[in-house]
C-alpha cells in the first residue's frame, strides 16, 4: 500500500502548480488536485489521465488509492 505522502509526490511530479486536497480516508486515498492544464480537457480523459500518470505508475501498491477527482481551478 502507498501512503498519501507518495501519492502526493507523484501528483506534484506529473502536474506542476497543482494544488491537492487528499487524505486517508481509511482503506482508501481520496481526494481533489485542482491543476490548470485541467482547464481544456474532458472529464473522462483527466480521469484517465489521473489513473495512468498516478495511481498505475505507482504500481500494485497503489491498490489502495481510491477517487481523485481532477479538476481545473474554479470549477466545483
Known sequence: MVTVEQVKERIETV???VVID???KGDRIGGVIRWDGFANMPIPERRKDVTDK??????YEASNVGIIIALAPGEN
Do not use: E
Not at 498516478?54 to 504500481?59: K, S
Open 15 to 17: 502536474y506542476p502548480g
Open 22 to 24: 487528499i487524505s486517508d
Open 54 to 59: 498516478v495511481r498505475n505508475a505507482l504500481g
